[in-house]
């Protein structure tokens, strides 16, 4: 039985089970479950991807949407549920859609946001929470090592043109992460993480970070004390609030991302 469980994880792993689609079909799914936010009609305007954790999309998500939108960023909210059909129980508890299998969502959202008419497509910002950032970072390994997600045929040439940052809100980088030993593409990346976080190991990221940082890596984080996983989304996001918001750490990562972004432009 071990052995049956050992195989049919390292299938998974290799995406042997996972459909496989085209950039162009991919986008064909993800398009309908695009949320998008713009300062007004003109543009183009520096434009957020974000993709939400594993329990979908939450109103903290569209918050943060708001937000940058007041700061005069366009942003593309990507839904990678929705189509799939998934109950996020499943997901958070790594039974189905890890990172590497997410990450076509990344290559596909952007090659549609590069088309769109209010986006300048130079000025891409990637953004994921928790799952998101898992999935962002296995993007960044598998591009950077000439690899493909698991759910594509093939990732195009200009796969990421025009991305010039990203920001990471608590990702997982352990086990089953193959972003676990950094990447190769000096993307200007900058970490949020909670220092009591139940849910996803820090150690792990950290580790990521520092093999990172010996490559010259521009990448920086900053740790939150005292709190747990997604103190940035709506206490009501949340089961039976299991995960709480806190207001005031809520409003200093909006303020620091604020800059960081900015130093970007």
């Not at 998008?36 to 183009?44: K, L, R």
């Not at 059909?85 to 990344?106: H, I, K, M, Q, Y």
């Not at 088309?115 to 962002?136: A, E, Y």
């Not at 997604?230 to 918001?245: H, I, K, V």
């Amino acid at each position: 039985m071990a052995c049956v469980f050992a195989l049919g994880l390292f299938g998974y792993y290799k995406g042997w089970h996972i459909d496989k689609y085209e950039p162009v079909q991919l986008s064909q799914l993800l398009t309908p479950g695009y949320e998008i936010f713009t300062p007004s009609d003109q543009g183009p305007y520096p434009t957020v991807v974000g993709f939400h954790g594993c329990s979908g999309m939450l109103e903290g998500n569209r918050d943060w949407a708001r937000f940058l939108r007041s700061l005069g960023y366009a942003v593309v909210l990507v839904d990678s549920m929705s189509f799939r059909n998934l109950d996020w129980p499943a997901v958070c508890a790594g039974e189905t859609l890890w990172g590497s299998e997410r990450a076509g969502d990344v290559i596909a959202a952007v090659q549609d946001v590069r088309q769109m008419r209010f986006v300048d497509p130079q000025k891409i910002i990637l953004m994921g929470w928790s799952h998101g950032g898992w999935t962002l970072m296995d993007v960044l390994a598998l591009v950077s090592d000439g690899k493909k997600p698991t759910n594509l045929t093939h990732v195009p040439a200009n796969a990421l043109d025009g991305v010039i940052g990203s920001v990471l809100f608590y990702p997982f980088c352990a086990f089953p992460a193959v972003s676990r030993d950094g990447w190769t593409l000096k993307l200007p990346t900058h970490f949020v993480f909670a220092e009591k976080d139940s849910v996803v190991p820090n150690a792990a990221c950290y580790e990521v970070i520092d093999k990172l940082w010996a490559d010259k890596h521009p990448v920086t984080y900053y740790t939150y004390e005292g709190i747990d996983h997604a103190f940035d989304m709506r206490t009501s996001d949340f089961y039976e609030g299991t995960l709480q918001n806190v207001p005031d750490a809520t409003l200093a990562a909006r303020k620091h991302i604020a800059a960081w972004l900015e130093a970007l432009r």
